[in-house]
Nanobody
Framework: QVQLVESGGGLVQAGGSLRLSCAASGRTFSIYEGGWFRQGPGKEREFAAAINLSRGTTYYADSVKGRFTISRDNAKNTVYLQMNSLKPEDTAVYYC???????????WGQGTQVTVSS
């Protein structure tokens, strides 16, 4: 069907930057939005950012807007999340996801750990 693989997580100092990548394979024609979610320690998963894969329209959670930028390279079937001005509260496992034509986030990657130190 659709497979998603995240990469780019790691340890970064507060105020630093990190770029995450999400590569999609399989029936990629069946998805129209890519997005990023995150789950901090002891917290529920929350939405971070999304992009319409054809139009390039983006939207963000208030907690990350102005600091994070989502983009896509359709030729590479890849969505990116550029994270700047990172804060310790950004520490989380970050998951990429794809929304199907049914309007649901039906496809998920395995997650990549982002740790921001003080």
């Amino acid at each position: 069907q659709v497979q998603l693989v995240e990469s780019g997580g790691g340890l970064v100092q507060a105020g630093g930057s990190l770029r995450l990548s999400c590569a999609a394979s399989g029936r990629t024609f069946s998805i129209y939005e890519g997005g990023w979610f995150r789950q901090g320690p002891g917290k529920e998963r929350e939405f971070a950012a999304a992009i319409n894969l054809s139009r390039g329209t983006t939207y963000y959670a208030d907690s990350v807007k102005g600091r994070f930028t989502i983009s896509r390279d359709n030729a590479k079937n890849t969505v990116y999340l550029q994270m700047n001005s990172l804060k310790p509260e950004d520490t989380a496992v970050y998951y990429c996801a794809a929304k199907s034509s049914a309007g649901r986030w039906d496809y998920w990657g395995q997650g990549t750990q982002v740790t921001v130190s003080s």
